[in-house]
């Protein structure tokens, strides 16, 4: 573990460790998803029996389906016939004219009638009434029937005209189409039979009639033709549901089954890319999002990097070892999978931050793999419950001082798993057994509890592993009963109480501006183990007594002093303590300038230079081990103030990190100027509750 730690220090270059983690995570995605969209091709040959059952691996619209199905639905519409009203007034007013005209033409020749033989009268008004009429209505009657009716008295004229009228209307009354128009006449010959005239002019009005009879019933090409439009465009399109059965084991592969296979992609020799490269598109985009998520993971260490990546492989690897089971007669083993692991580990080493980005992960690789051996498919359904299942730790109550938290963690996603499970079910509106009920929700309440259990086993294995500390790691080092913290009680019991104070200070400031306080207690409480080798140098542990360093000089007590920092983070280190505790023992004091003895020894040596009192560094990276450095500055300068007040208090917290601020020490870590004033106001309220003014009590006489 120490090696793995070393190692992953020894690449200072930050970005490239995030490039290959990214690298890594990409191609580890991609092989493991890629069997579950690789398409999967069936050796079936036309009119063959299928020696298996086959299913779709999309939804796709069926388009030969669909425009079979519109064509079926526009030939079921009957054709649209129009009724024309007004063809028979058009037609009563033709016979009426015909009728008029004769009567004109027999009274312009009453005078030519005394001096014309009847046979040269009649035919001159053939002739005449020829004349008269449109050459489309001249062309229907043959000379007799003109010659009937001019021979014809008027009262006759008028019994042929009233009763044609009347039998064109009643006969054209009714719908009349080209194939009915011989029925149509019949129907008129049949009325005139009836009509008291002579037979000439009988024969004449039937002639007129049938001429007078026309359809007046006829198709409509474009209302038949809108009405097949709108049938066609009523009927929905043909899908091939993904999951759909095409062809059932002992069935023959039809010219439609058969279509149906080439169209989803499942016939051998019709390969495609387009699945890969939809799986390598999918990848750079969920990539794309983890690089911008993970950025802030810049300001810490390339163990964070690689222990962030390192659990969302391991997760997947989790869903993919699950998902190998998913031939087995029950479908939802994927309710039991334990997906929550990741999402935990993640805030307990890492905070909420990274939760989301990583549930979405998980929720999309998921809903691949259980595709219920469809290649190419999503369970929506199954991505849906890993995701609640994820961000469900979101909610999680903060209890940084118990381990149970990972209990209560696995309780609440079980809650949320079962309310899940329960909700998917009743949108299904499927029909399930009492059995199946119980079943799916008692795998997502093992589900919740599963997770919590392997997070507890596993989680010290990752701390150690990458040096990384959780809250719990936190709170099992701040145990008074820890080793290192009875040495320091023990052999240096002034450092120990400077220590806790510091602590209390850390914490506070911390938390003020949004760090980790339990981080800085943590680490102040073994900031200053190197004293333990030499306790005595340090006036917190002289309890008044002699001073050792007045009998050496200033360059010996610098060395001696400045030791207390290497030799703490060698005793952290050979105690295995997590590096965020070893970098804030290494970088309270940063690369600030022992000022006492460096002008102690100027007095006796002005030449010396100031560099060879400053601390060898490195400085604050972090928040909590600036704040922790200032907390250690103040807590020391305060204690040596004969009669504290606030005011004094004030004023030296704020020189102390003025001084600090002016010399660099913040320059590596993200500190800004608000929240070192907020830090300031929070040291100075912390020191006012410990140094505050007390009633002095007279002697007893």
Known sequence: MNNLQALLQRFKNQSL???????????????????????????????SISDQTIYSPITIEDKVATYKKRQE?????????????????????????IFDIVEEVTNENVKSSQTINGQALIKKEINQVKE?????????????????????????????????????????????????????RANLRTELSYVSVNPGLKDAMINIGEFAIVPNYFFDADVTKERKRLESEAVDSVYILQGQVLVKV??????????????????????????????????????????????????????????????????????????????????GLVY???????????????????????????????????NEEVNGAINYSTGI????????????????????????????ISLVNIATLSALMLIRNGQYSSVEIGIYLLMGLISGILSSVITMGILPFVEDSFGMVSS????????????????????APGTYHHSIMVANLAEAACEAIGANGLL????????????????????????????????????????????????????????NLPKDIIDIAAEHHGTTLLKYFYYKEKEVNPEVKEIDFRYPGPKAHTKESAIVGIADSVEAAVRSLKEPDMEKIEELVSAIMNDRLNDGQFAMCELNLKELHIVEKSLCETLQGTFHSRIQYPDER
């Open 250 to 331: 002992g069935e023959t592969i039809t010219k439609e089954k058969y279509d149906q296979l080439k169209l989803v992609g499942l016939i051998k020799n019709n390969q495609s890319v387009q699945p890969y490269v939809g799986l390598i598109l999918l990848i750079g985009v969920l990539l794309y999002f983890v690089l911008k998520q993970t950025e802030s993971l810049k300001e810490n260490d390339n163990n964070y990097i690689v222990a962030y990546f390192g659990i969302v492989i391991f997760t997947l690897f989790i869903l993919k070892i699950v998902s190998l089971f998913q031939k087995i007669e029950f479908s």
């Open 336 to 370: 039991v999978a334990p997906v929550a692991i990741g999402t935990l580990l993640i805030k307990f080493l890492l905070g909420n931050r990274y939760l989301m980005v990583t549930a979405i992960i998980f929720s999309i690789c998921g809903s691949i793999m259980f």
């Open 17 to 47: 460790v995030i490039l290959f983690c990214i690298i890594t995570l990409g191609l580890t995605s991609f092989l493991l998803l890629i069997s579950h969209v690789r398409p999967i091709k069936y050796d079936v040959e036309l009119l």
């Open 385 to 412: 419950y890993i995701l609640f299942s994820s961000i469900a730790v979101l909610f999680l109550n903060e209890e940084r001082n118990k381990r149970s938290m990972i209990i209560h963690a696995g309780v609440l």
């Open 472 to 491: 719990f790691k936190l709170v099992e080092l701040g145990s008074p009963n820890h080793p290192l913290l009875r040495k320091i009680l023990l052999e």
């Open 132 to 184: 008269k009429l449109p050459d489309d209505i001249r062309k229907n009657f043959e000379d007799d029937v003109i010659s009937s009716l001019l021979k014809s008295s008027t009262e006759q004229l008028n019994i042929a005209k009233a009763s044609l009228n009347t039998a064109i209307n009643n006969v054209m009354s009714d719908e009349i189409t080209t194939n009915q128009i011989e029925e149509a």
């Open 520 to 575: 800085a207690r943590v680490g102040s409480y073994y900031h200053d183990i190197g004293k333990t080798n030499n306790s005595g140098f340090f006036i917190e542990n002289q309890m008044g007594g002699h001073n050792p360093h007045d009998r050496i000089k200033p360059l010996q007590s610098k060395d001696i002093i400045f030791r207390h920092v290497s030799d703490g983070v060698k005793i952290l280190k050979k105690y």
């Open 73 to 97: 639905a526009a030939a079921r519409v009957e054709d649209v016939y129009k009724y024309e009203e007004n063809y028979t007034q058009n037609r009563i007013d033709i016979v009426n004219s």
